[in-house]
């Protein structure tokens, strides 16, 4: 009988069989988005470098990708990611992580980058919680929810991540859950090729620390909720905000043409040192 081997099974690493994430976690959605737009658009693996914080998300990469990976401190992806980007400008640079890292303790690296406009691409697993270190809630928890920090529910507003890295400026951010995977990968097509900072928000399930925890119930369950609150920007636009309130508006939010941080410096360096010359 013969081996029935997957398409994108190539870009692994060979010696990596096993994974970190508990079954039905949304983070495989997300890494078979990601592979599936490499492969669509004819690149390699050697075209990129990923980088990621801390957190379940930030394992996407690192070690299953055979791939350059840095897997680095809590909060700081994109700030290795633009030394990568200054560093070796040719290269595409994914960074992969999760909510909290993004938005919490990283969340001033998250925006000033987004304003620099620098060319990466951000795909943010949101979960709406700390899913590694055990359920604590993180600035993207909805309001009211009991998690292990707030067993009495939340009493913060939730940061609605997109929204800030467009307020910030980023040339291109969508947003979409696990339960639509093809539109993600279409939008991840774009954010690749995208000159600029590129953002994608996958709200994406939990079922272990948010799931369980929470009451929201399975991964099954999770996603059947992302299906039936989910809106697109079209429809979202008709309506008034107090009746989105409880939907998750899905869909490519912002892309636009604007001049990109690293090429800028490197024609000012070059202007500089043409006149010196
Ligand atoms: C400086 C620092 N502070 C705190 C931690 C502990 N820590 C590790 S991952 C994490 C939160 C992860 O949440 P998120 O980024 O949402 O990723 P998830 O696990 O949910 O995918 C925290 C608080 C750490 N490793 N380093
Ligand atoms: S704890 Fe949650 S986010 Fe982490 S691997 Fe398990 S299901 Fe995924
Ligand atoms: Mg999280």
Redesign the pocket.
Known sequence: MSEIVHPLHRFLRPNVTSTTNCPGCG?GIAAQAILRAIDELGMTLDDFVFVT???????IPSPFFNVDVLHT???RPIAFALGIKMGLPHKKVMVT??????????GNHLIHNARRNVEMTVIC?????????GG?A?P?TPLGLKTATTPYGTFENPFDLSALVIAAGASFVARWTTHHARQLTASIKKAIQKKGFSFIEVI?Q?PV?FGRKTGSGSAGQMMEEYKERSISTKEAAKLSKEEIRDRIVVGELVDKEIPEMVEEIRKMNKRVMGEKS
Do not use: F, K, P
Request: charged letters at 5%; a negative charge.
């Open positions: 983070n914080g801390i957190g379940c998300s930030a394992w401190t809590h909060g992580s999760g909510d909290g890292d993004l938005g919490a303790i990283g697993l949101n979960n709406g919680i700390y899913g590694m270190t604590q993180a993207t994406t939990c620390q």
